[in-house]
T-cell receptor, first 111, second 116 residues
Framework: EDQVTQSPEALRLQEGESSSLNCSYTVSGLRGLFWYRQDPGKGPEFLFTLYSAGEEKEKERLKATLTKKESFLHITAPKPEDSATYLCAVQVWGGADGLTFGKGTHLIIQP | DAGVIQSPRHEVTEMGQEVTLRCKPISGHDYLFWYRQTMMRGLELLIYFNNNVPIDDSGMPEDRFSAKMPNASFSTLKIQPSEPRDSAVYFC??????????????FGEGSRLTVL
């Protein structure tokens, strides 16, 4: 069974304090790994897609990286508006078109 | 574009009642997904459609749940009879050309269901 585990479950940082969120996966054959952001009371919003080990994607203060077993979402000098739940999801070869999501990391950036 | 539109945003009902959740996907998107989100289990895929045809309903918890997509601009998720354990936020999402290309699903704001 495909599994996606995110850690930590929650993280509280000071504004400007850089850190990383982890997503480890156990799948039969990774087609793609995806990062989403979810604000309270909203649906998830797409951030990145990573397809192969060594690949990196960046967007403003966020950078996503991928290895054969895990992905990291690095947050550099975060601001309070970066506070959200960050979700990781995978898609496998030969599987359904839907994504399998982890439970997310709840990130709070304090001013 | 208005994005994916879901209704109702909030629903409170009593055990045993029928619940119908509605979704209007983004125009031109040919994939539609229904997800359920709880604190315990996170986001779970219930069912998805391609060109209005159900492709995979293996995530539907039991026969009390059913979903339809009568046309490209409308889908429903029905629970009958509802039970307290069905309480969750139900999300609809749509995608163009399927997520195999980019993984980008466009989610609605969700329907929060509370079954008493």
């Amino acid at each position: 069974e495909d599994q996606v585990t995110q850690s930590p479950e929650a993280l509280r940082l000071q504004e400007g304090e850089s850190s990383s969120l982890n997503c480890s996966y156990t799948v039969s054959g990774l087609r793609g790994l995806f990062w989403y952001r979810q604000d309270p009371g909203k649906g998830p919003e797409f951030l990145f897609t990573l397809y192969s080990a060594g690949e990196e994607k960046e967007k403003e203060r966020l950078k996503a990286t991928l290895t054969k077993k895990e992905s990291f979402l690095h947050i550099t000098a975060p601001k309070p508006e970066d506070s959200a739940t960050y979700l990781c999801a995978v898609q496998v070869w030969g599987g359904a078109d839907g994504l399998t999501f982890g439970k997310g990391t709840h990130l709070i950036i304090q001013p | 574009d208005a994005g994916v539109i879901q209704s109702p945003r909030h629903e409170v009902t009593e055990m045993g009642q029928e619940v119908t959740l509605r979704c209007k996907p983004i125009s031109g998107h040919d994939y539609l997904f229904w997800y359920r989100q709880t604190m315990m289990r996170g986001l779970e895929l219930l069912i998805y459609f391609n060109n209005n045809v159900p492709i995979d309903d293996s995530g539907m918890p039991e026969d009390r749940f059913s979903a339809k997509m009568p046309n490209a601009s409308f889908s429903t998720l029905k629970i009958q009879p509802s039970e307290p354990r069905d309480s969750a936020v139900y999300f609809c999402a749509s995608s163009l050309e399927g997520p195999r290309n980019t993984g980008e699903l466009f989610f609605g704001e969700g329907s929060r269901l509370t079954v008493l």
